[in-house]
């Protein structure tokens, strides 16, 4: 949280973007990201300049990963870089405040669905989260895509 405090004093702008379990396991992890993306782009791209002319500045996007993004509010560009977040400070900046912003969610979702685990694992998949998900069940904050551990062998459909 320390470095998330640095790194606010010094921003220019930025939004956090929640995209719900529901519209993942509908759209997909990448359908997801593109939505958030576009959701935390400016509404309104005009901004004054020195001579208090309005004129229009359009956000340019950087991106962690290797996305051909499809944005859908006006940019001048976008770069997606794969390890963009070890490459260009503004990405590891953005990449820090998103975990922080997530961590801090799972520890309040940590007490809203007790037993899980949420507040030390973070929601990642690990050992002791799938056991929590064994012993009870799936939440409404589940990813139920990530979640295909959980099901029975031959408990898949048949089209037979």
């Not at 208090?52 to 962690?64: F, G, M, T, V, W």
């Not at 859908?72 to 400070?89: A, M, N, Q």
């Amino acid at each position: 949280m320390e470095l998330r405090k640095e790194i606010l004093k010094y921003v220019s702008y930025y939004r956090v973007i929640f995209v719900s379990a529901s519209f993942i396991d509908r759209f997909n992890i990448n359908q997801a990201i593109f939505y958030g993306m576009n959701r935390s782009l400016p509404t309104d791209s005009k901004q004054s300049d020195s001579k208090n002319d309005r004129k229009e500045n359009k956000p340019y996007l950087l991106a962690d990963g290797n996305y051909k993004l499809k944005i859908t509010k006006p940019i001048e560009g976008y770069l997606s870089l794969p390890k963009g977040d070890d490459l260009i400070p503004s990405i590891s900046a953005a990449s820090i405040l998103a975990k922080t912003y997530r961590d801090e969610y799972m520890e309040k979702m940590d007490s809203k669905y007790p037993g899980y685990g949420f507040a030390k694992h973070k929601g990642y998949g690990t050992e002791e989260h799938q056991d929590a998900l064994r012993k009870l069940g799936i939440s409404p904050i589940h990813r139920l895509s990530f979640c295909k551990f959980l099901r029975k062998e031959g408990s898949e459909p048949s089209l037979f």
